[in-house]
């Protein structure tokens, strides 16, 4: 099993920025993919940004690319989600995910951590 626990989301203007992180614990040496997801009110989950973990390839969705950047600390079991040039269109719950060697989805789920910009 693993846990996920975000932090770091709130409010801010459009143009604003925030740094999500997400603490993993339990059996981490089984995950092979983490990846940060939003959901909007009435709008289906999005998948914004992933990362391959042990090659540290990342990916990000249209709608982020060149604003959001991934990163992980290996060393302290983190990720991280960088927010630069927010946009009202990001405000959403934000929620990190991990995904297990061989596992066809992802199985490994945090609480999410509200983000909200304002115009």
């Known amino acids: 099993q693993v846990q996920l626990a975000e932090s770091g989301g709130g409010s801010v203007q459009t143009g604003g920025s925030l740094r999500l992180s997400c603490a993993a614990s339990g059996n981490t040496d089984s995950v092979s993919f983490m990846g940060w997801f939003r959901q909007a009110p009435g709008k289906e989950r999005e998948r914004g940004a992933s990362?391959?973990?042990?090659?540290?390839?990342?990916f990000y969705a249209d709608s982020v690319k060149g604003r959001f950047t991934i990163s992980q600390d290996s060393a302290k079991n983190t990720l991280y989600l960088e927010m630069n040039s927010l946009k009202p269109e990001d405000t959403a719950m934000y929620y990190c995910?991990?995904?297990?060697?061989?596992?066809?989805?992802?199985?490994?789920w945090g609480q999410g951590t509200q983000v909200t910009v304002s115009s």
């Open positions: 995910a991990a995904r297990a060697s061989g596992a066809k989805e992802y199985n490994y």
């Open positions: 990362i391959y973990t042990g090659a540290g390839i990342t």
